[in-house]
């Protein structure tokens, strides 16, 4: 069965082609920086914005009716989804897939027909997968949609739910191994509080990293080889959560010596949340040696929620690319969509232009972005700006040669020299001539 009809496989076309259903930018086989395009940006689709998001907001239903859901048996429609949305990837040419347990098969009465309802789709995607050659780049589990996480999973203050959270991470980490998925995700989703007025945050902090180091015993036990990723976001849905950003979630990690076991999985739209932009977050995950994957999206700086918008800003594209080549690029994470299309765009065709859009515009920030790398445009500035520190009294801080009295006898004689501009304005301007220019 067909599911997109009409629809062929996106192809490259390049920037003069006026057809929608085309690639301008990206083109997989493309070299840049010694590998292919679709190496070296490793595409992912979600699969709940992608196909479990209906439309639905705080204010109306769902607006998005797909031909292949039917509402009256959830088990065939779970199987039509996942033909559907392997359908929808070949004709993307996206290479990966990311999900959480939720998304690809419903609950049932119980954690024992859950967990059955899971390896019965399990089974379809692995032959969905073998017949395509699409793989998984993560998996995860939706511990924040069913009532019984109202005061989160790991940090809930019902032991209960602590241990049916642990149960389901278990069977998530499980099916995501059997599914040979690159990274396994922590999204706290309801990890965090409203009030401190009846919340124990020492207590929730502490059973968190219990969680987390489970999770790591676990990995060794069953011979799991993907990396752990935590994923920041500052608040929503709860006031407060504790992996607030990249610093906050080092600390956490660092406090409870788990700084080894967990890199991040860094999200435009959350950074927005967190008020740092998406290169900043990129910036500290980089040169903390914490960078795993992303999810690429964007948010509107208006709003204060997670819009999810399918990303479209160049500069963010650009710059985040940036701080990823620096990296050393993905190894074994990648962008993930996590991005929905809005509540008026319900067609079928409407998945198609958002996604083109999206890898489109990362494809063209990662050339711009390779192309200042190359040009060695700000890290030549840079090199220059601190060039103080290469010889005299600044080589002899950076090697640890001085104290205060030192630095002390040396300022008394000598003074400061003249600083010299940052050249801010400058420096963007190169940057709007590289985006502007680059081919």
């Given amino acids: 069965m067909e599911y997109f009809k009409g629809i062929q496989q996106i192809k490259y076309e390049g920037p003069q082609s006026r057809n929608p259903l085309s690639f301008k930018y990206y083109n997989p086989d ?13 595409f992912a689709m979600s699969y709940w914005h992608t196909f479990t998001h209906m439309g639905s907001d705080p204010f109306g239903v769902a607006t998005i009716f797909r031909p292949w859901d039917d509402a009256s048996d959830v088990m065939n429609n779970a199987k039509e989804r996942v033909h559907a949305a392997f359908e929808f990837m070949e004709k993307m040419q996206i290479p990966f897939f ?9 609950e049932g009465k119980d954690l024992q027909e859950t967990n059955a309802r899971l ?27 069913n009532p019984r996480f109202v005061h989160g999973a790991g940090t809930s203050a019902n032991a209960t739910v602590f241990a049916y959270a ?10 995501t191994m059997e599914l040979g998925g690159e990274n396994y995700v922590f999204w706290g989703g309801r990890e965090g509080y409203e009030t401190l007025l009846n919340t124990d945050t020492e207590l929730e902090l502490d059973n968190f990293a219990r969680l987390l ?29 504790y992996d607030t950003d990249t610093a906050t979630v080092l600390a956490f990690l660092r406090r409870y010596g788990l700084e080894d ?63 990823i080549i620096l990296a050393g690029g993905f190894t074994k994470g990648g962008l ?18 958002a996604y083109i859009a999206g890898m489109d515009t990362f494809a063209r920030g990662f050339k711009v972005a390779a192309k200042l790398i190359e040009d060695k445009v700000f890290e030549n500035f840079k090199a220059e700006r601190y060039a103080s520190y290469n010889s005299g009294i600044g080589k002899d801080i950076i090697d640890g040669k001085v104290g205060f009295k030192e630095l002390e006898t040396y300022a008394l004689e000598n003074g400061t020299t003249p600083n010299t501009s940052g050249r801010q304005e400058l420096l963007e301007s190169i940057l709007n001539q590289y985006i502007i220019e680059t081919k």
């Fill in 213 to 241: 180091k489970m999770a790591v015993d676990y990995g060794k036990e069953i011979g799991f080889t993907g990396q752990f990723l935590i994923e920041p976001k500052p608040k929503e849905p709860t006031k407060h959560q």
């Fill in 119 to 145: 390896d019965e789709i399990v089974k379809v995607i692995k032959e969905e997968m073998a017949r395509t050659g699409i793989k998984c780049l993560w998996g995860t589990t939706n511990a924040f949609s």
């Fill in 166 to 175: 642990a149960a389901q991470i278990k069977k998530a980490m499980e099916i």
């Fill in 30 to 42: 493309e070299i840049v920086m010694g590998k292919t395009m679709k190496n070296q940006l490793r």
């Fill in 336 to 353: 993930n969509f996590d991005s929905k299309v809005r509540r008026a765009s319900f067609e079928e065709s409407d998945l198609f232009h």
């Fill in 261 to 323: 076991y967990f890199k991040m999985n860094i999200e435009a739209n959350h950074a927005t949340l967190a008020m740092h932009t998406f290169q900043h977050e990129l910036n500290q995950s980089r040169i903390n040696n914490v960078l795993g994957s992303v999810d690429a999206n964007q948010g509107d700086p208006l709003l204060g929620w997670d819009t999810d918008q399918f990303p479209t800003n160049l500069y963010d594209t650009t710059l985040g690319m940036y701080e």
């Fill in 98 to 106: 990311c999900f959480h347990d939720r998304d690809i098969a419903p």
